[in-house]
């Protein structure tokens, strides 16, 4: 619940109430259940949770501050997913694994529609964005060139809204301002690992790799198997003020993290969290901006307790305490304010 408070959510509502007697979902989670509500967790768990709701009113009305744009089309998922593909390529699976390698980071999230603007985001990340219009195509060139940071992976680009194939080479829709030109697919048998070099370290690759030719782009890492050995794994090509760079493989969760944190550093991209935090946490870090303030929320999804080390004391709503060093037991949560 608090998890999705901390990324914009003004209220919580819960299905089902009371669990049913009889019936397909007499077994479905409830509010109350079938035996003494006091001694259930949910229900204890349940108006704990009212019982702060009752603390927190200044939430309602913030809004969520994002570090990065990620692109997500509904379109584009059933067109990536229809039959006759190289490989079998699941989106979501794609999504969840770039997403666990942001919140890694503590970068929080906004997911837009290609439609949608892109102002304001120093990064957008368009994952295996097979399908998508010539429009957005010249979007992306034109944010590259103003200064954003753009990022996509392989299979993108590929085809118009009506599955038909950008001719010139792949990735035909982001080719120019990439900067690369990929000559032909190259997936992977299923369960097959190999690895990629990136600064001098390997870390697993799978799924899908790609024959890349370099167009003005700079390879920052090569592959390390069979015929593709040596050969680009991920580039990077600049444009004006801005950057493109694809990941042409899958890249294991460390990979992915590690490469993330690099563009982070390169570019000197500071997160939301970063404003707060006198050191780094395993603790998800969020921010929610009101009028002349802003709500931090920390939440330990982990096993262990820790500690969190904050630039300034905050005050939090929860405990009534002003806090500066905060002591999160597993699956504790906190709710700072800071005043502008």
Same mark, same amino acid.
């Given at each position: 619940?608090?998890?999705?408070?901390?990324?914009?959510?003004?209220?919580?509502?819960?299905?089902?109430?009371?669990?049913?007697?009889?019936g397909?979902?007499?077994?479905?989670?409830?509010?109350?259940?079938?035996?003494?509500?006091?001694?259930?967790?949910?229900?204890r768990?349940?108006a704990?949770?009212?019982?702060?709701?009752?603390?927190?009113?200044?939430?309602?009305?913030?809004?969520?501050?994002?570090?990065?744009?990620?692109?997500?089309?509904?379109?584009?998922?059933?067109?990536?997913?229809?039959?006759?593909?190289?490989?079998?390529l699941?989106?979501?699976?794609?999504?969840?694994?770039?997403?666990?390698?942001?919140?890694?980071?503590?970068?929080?999230?906004?997911?837009?529609?290609?439609?949608?603007? +892109?102002? #304001? &985001? /120093?990064?957008?990340?368009a994952?295996? *964005?097979?399908?998508?219009? !010539?429009? @957005?195509?010249?979007?992306?060139?034109?944010?590259?060139?103003?200064?954003?940071?753009?990022?996509?992976?392989?299979?993108?680009?590929?085809?118009?809204?009506?599955?038909?194939?950008? +001719?010139? #080479? &792949? /990735?035909?829709?982001?080719?120019?301002? *990439?900067?690369?030109?990929? !000559?032909? @697919?190259?997936?992977?048998?299923?369960?097959?690992?190999?690895?990629?070099?990136?600064?001098?370290?390997?870390?697993?690759?799978?799924?899908?790799?790609?024959?890349?030719?370099?167009?003005?782009a700079?390879?920052?890492?090569?592959?390390?198997?069979?015929?593709?050995s040596?050969?680009?794994?991920?580039?990077?090509?600049?444009?004006?003020?801005?950057?493109?760079?694809?990941?042409?493989?899958?890249?294991?969760?460390?990979?992915?993290?590690?490469?993330?944190?690099?563009?982070?550093?390169?570019?000197?991209?500071?997160?939301?969290?970063?404003?707060?935090?006198?050191?780094?946490?395993?603790?998800?870090?969020?921010?929610?901006?009101?009028?002349?303030?802003?709500?931090?929320?920390?939440?330990?999804?982990?096993?262990?307790?820790?500690?969190?080390?904050?630039?300034?004391?905050?005050?939090?709503?929860?405990?009534?305490?002003?806090?500066?060093?905060?002591?999160?037991?597993?699956?504790?949560?906190?709710?700072?304010?800071?005043?502008?």
């Amino acid at each position: 619940s608090y998890e999705a408070l901390a990324h914009g959510a003004d209220g919580i509502m819960f299905f089902q109430w009371r669990q049913s007697r009889g019936g397909a979902e007499k077994f479905h989670s409830a509010m109350v259940p079938h035996g003494d509500p006091h001694s259930s967790r949910i229900f204890r768990e349940c108006a704990q949770l009212g019982n702060e709701f009752s603390q927190l009113s200044e939430i309602v009305g913030t809004r969520f501050l994002a570090d990065v744009a990620v692109v997500f089309d509904w379109e584009n998922w059933w067109a990536l997913e229809l039959d006759a593909k190289p490989s079998t390529l699941k989106y979501i699976h794609q999504l969840r694994s770039l997403y666990g390698a942001l919140r890694t980071l503590n970068l929080n999230v906004d997911f837009v529609h290609p439609s949608e603007s +892109l102002d #304001g &985001y /120093p990064l957008v990340i368009a994952p295996n *964005l097979y399908s998508a219009p !010539e429009a @957005f195509g010249k979007k992306i060139n034109d944010y590259v060139r103003q200064g954003g940071i753009f990022l996509t992976n392989f299979f993108s680009g590929i085809v118009n809204e009506y599955d038909q194939v950008y +001719l010139g #080479g &792949y /990735p035909g829709l982001f080719r120019d301002t *990439l900067g690369i030109i990929v !000559e032909e @697919f190259y997936p992977m048998k299923a369960a097959t690992h190999h690895q990629i070099d990136f600064q001098g370290r390997r870390y697993d690759n799978s799924l899908w790799e790609e024959v890349i030719h370099l167009n003005g782009a700079k390879a920052l890492a090569t592959f390390q198997s069979g015929y593709l050995s040596d050969k680009p794994a991920i580039t990077m090509n600049q444009i004006d003020d801005g950057y493109a760079y694809y990941v042409g493989t899958e890249l294991s969760l460390e990979g992915l993290t590690t490469f993330l944190a690099t563009i982070l550093e390169n570019h000197k991209l500071a997160t939301h969290a970063q404003h707060f935090l006198a050191a780094p946490t395993e603790v998800s870090v969020t921010c929610r901006k009101g009028a002349g303030y802003t709500l931090v929320f920390l939440l330990n999804h982990t096993e262990q307790t820790t500690k969190v080390k904050l630039k300034a004391p905050g005050a939090d709503l929860l405990t009534k305490e002003t806090r500066q060093l905060v002591v999160l037991k597993p699956k504790e949560v906190a709710v700072l304010k800071y005043v502008d």
